[in-house]
């Protein structure tokens, strides 16, 4: 099983580019976002094309309700091993 890794903010800038280095590197990535959900559903296409496995997880990371809605979301991929924060 591959690790995960989780990104907020993942759907663009250094997330993105973090996402994409961490698939590229054999992880699963788990990719937060707030309100693009065009931008992130792009880098997860981007990792699949490559080979990788990816998702997608809408939450705002400053609403406690959000936070464990993403983490649930995560129990599908499995246990969580890396977080990285972007915003």
């Known amino acids: 099983m591959k690790e995960i890794v989780l990104i907020t903010g993942g759907g663009r800038g250094i ?40 998702t997608a997880i809408p939450g705002d990371m400053a609403q406690e309700a959000d936070i464990d809605q993403m983490f649930k979301a995560l129990d599908r991929f499995g246990p969580l091993r890396h977080l990285v924060y972007s915003s």
Request: glycine share 12%; hydrophobic share 50%.
């Open 15 to 54: 997330g993105a580019a973090t996402a994409r280095l961490a698939a590229a590197r054999g992880y699963a990535v788990a990719i937060n976002y707030k309100s693009n959900a065009e931008a992130a559903a792009k880098v997860v296409n981007e990792i699949e094309v490559g080979g990788g496995r990816a």
